[in-house]
């Protein structure tokens, strides 16, 4: 079993930043994915950004340049800056662990992002 712990999110101003944070603790392996979702109101949740064990990144084209996923392995910890935020960035962020076929996920954080 893996837990997630999420930090971070919050109310900004538009063209603001935050900084998601996420530890995953449990029984962790060398070979995994981690990655933050996001599901605004009425909406799917969407891959925003992604980061494997072995460092390669993934963004979802409207936050790509603006997003910077990392990870820090010792820690098992994977943050997420967010830079020149948008109303439309607004929704609960969701940390996503994934091992061996298991999905494993946070309890979600919110992210408000007033115009």
């Known amino acids: 079993q893996v837990q997630l712990v999420e930090s971070g999110g919050g109310l900004v101003q538009a063209g603001g930043s935050l900084t998601l944070s996420c530890v995953a603790r449990g029984l962790i392996y060398s070979h995994y994915t981690m990655g933050w979702y996001r599901q605004a109101p009425g909406k799917q949740r969407e891959l925003v950004a992604g980061?494997?064990?072995?460092?390669?990144?993934n963004y979802v084209d409207s936050v790509k340049g603006r997003f910077t996923i990392s990870r820090a392995e010792a820690e098992n910890t994977i943050s997420l800056q967010m830079n020149s935020l948008k109303p439309e960035d607004t929704g609960v962020y969701y940390c996503?662990?994934?091992?061996?076929?298991?999905?494993?996920w946070g309890q979600g954080t919110q992210v408000t992002v007033s115009s």
């Open positions: 980061i494997s064990s072995g460092g390669n990144t």
């Open positions: 996503q662990f994934t091992q061996f076929g298991s999905f494993y």
